[in-house]
């Protein structure tokens, strides 16, 4: 069967990562989360003093970045891809908030999104592969041949992510996340390089009152279409 690329772009917290990776699963195509790798490069910045009162070291990072290693491992006992940084298992640390506050600003960074992207577009040259981010199918994969665009209200996006936090933390704080969420939004829509928006052939996605089931099952079914055309 022939393999395609499947890009799928979206607003934070709306699902991208759950419908991708189980989509990637069921037909067998390998699973890229690219916020996970903007997180990544995050966190090392933030644990070596390249970022200090909020304030961003670009040309410390802009040395340090050629050395950073990030890399996905399936974790045996859960078949989920987990990233690491340099060698280490960074996963859990990715997703607190304190990396979520930064990482935006992260990603505005031009060097950062250059590197970033060059990466992610080797990661697809034998295709049968299925990544989610903001600029998928906009600037990373122009020609891909299945694109979605996944949207749902700030306030269903945050309710979400406070579930997961809680699930995986013990505790979280809904209204801190719904502002991070809506900085996030604003900061990834209105940046100079790349801004989140859908590619002019992506497939618009509104999941706020879809179940995961449901948006998986939407999904399958657009592969199928692309799939058998
Ligand atoms: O999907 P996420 O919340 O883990 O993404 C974290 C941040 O990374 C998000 O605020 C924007 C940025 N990002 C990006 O700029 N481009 C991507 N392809 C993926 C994520």
Redesign the pocket.
Known sequence: MKKIIIAIDGL??CG??TMARQLANQIGYIYI???????AVTLYSLENNLIVDGKIDEEGLKKALPSLVIEFKINEETSLPETYLNGVNVEKKIRSMHV?KY??PI?VLGFV?EA?VNQQQAMGKKKGLVM?????GTT?FPDAELKVFVQASAEVRAKRRFDELKAKQGEADYNEILANVVQ?DD??MNRAI?P?RPAEDALILDNSELTIDEQNQWLIDKYKEVISA
């Open positions: 934070s917290s991208k990562s989360d690219t916020g996970a790798m903007y997180r979520s990482v935006s990603a999104r970033m989610d981010g903001r600029d998928i990373v996030r900061i990834d790349s989140l």
